[in-house]
């Protein structure tokens, strides 16, 4: 399968501390993006990198990309109580099937 | 506001039944395409379209029927459900997905529509 997979499935922290999820995938890519999704609710886009990137931050996101070790990282610093969500990773492949694939996503739970 | 619109948003149903769930969006998007979620199992597409007549299979396709009649349009018809479709549903859309191109493959979803087929 092309899809990404996350890594940890699920992580609790603290409020105040940072998270870090990570997302591994098989074949090359054309970009990586993060989504969130809070409870049953739709998934929100969080940010994309493309290839020829390798670190990208939108206010408190971070993430890494290592296209020779096909893996990337999501950081959030900082975390509060309102990022408890599932965080995935989509990965679109080129060729002549553009599609966005989606991993199986990172439960992150923030205790106040 | 921009968005995608699913209804319904909850439906219970029973095995066989005919049953469709609507799609729309206000974005002029040419792509949109149907996932469904279930636990442990993440998101997977079931159908595709990047413009109107122009639809594809996704991962599991099976059970399932779409139409691309008008570009903000992308219903999903169960034509026989079945308990193995009972799942949360997400449509989606973007402007067409490539490589290159500022915010063209960027999906927003819907908020979802939860199935029960009985």
């Known amino acids: 399968s092309q899809q990404g997979e996350e890594d940890p499935q699920a992580l609790s922290i603290q409020e105040g501390e940072n998270a870090t999820m990570n997302c591994s995938y098989k074949t090359s890519i054309n970009n990586l993006q993060w989504y969130r999704q809070n409870s049953g609710r739709g998934l929100v886009h969080l940010i994309l990198?493309?290839?020829?990137?390798r670190e990208k931050h939108s206010g408190r996101l971070r993430v890494t990309l290592d296209t020779s070790k096909k893996s990337s990282s999501l950081l959030i610093t900082a975390s509060r109580a309102a990022d408890t969500a599932s965080y995935f990773c989509?990965?679109?492949?080129?060729?002549?099937?553009?599609?966005?694939?989606f991993g199986k996503g990172t439960l992150l739970t923030v205790n106040p | 506001e921009a968005q995608v619109t699913q209804n319904p948003r909850y439906l219970i149903t029973v095995t066989g039944k005919k049953l469709t769930v609507t799609c729309s969006q206000n974005?002029?998007?040419?792509?949109m395409s149907w996932y469904r979620q279930d636990p442990g199992l993440g998101l997977r597409q079931i159908y595709y379209?990047?413009?109107?007549?122009?639809?594809d299979k996704g991962d599991v396709p099976e059970g399932y029927k779409v139409s691309r009649k008008e570009k903000r349009n992308f219903p999903l018809i169960l034509e026989s459900p079945s308990p193995n479709q009972t799942s949360l549903y997400f449509c989606a859309s973007s402007f067409l997905l490539t490589p290159s191109g500022p915010g063209a493959n960027v999906l927003t979803f819907g908020a979802g529509s939860r199935l029960t087929v009985l």
């Open positions: 990198i493309r290839s020829n990137e």
């Open positions: 379209s990047m413009n109107v007549e122009v639809t």
């Open positions: 974005m002029n998007h040419e792509y």
């Open positions: 989509a990965t679109l492949f080129g060729g002549s099937n553009y599609k966005l694939t």
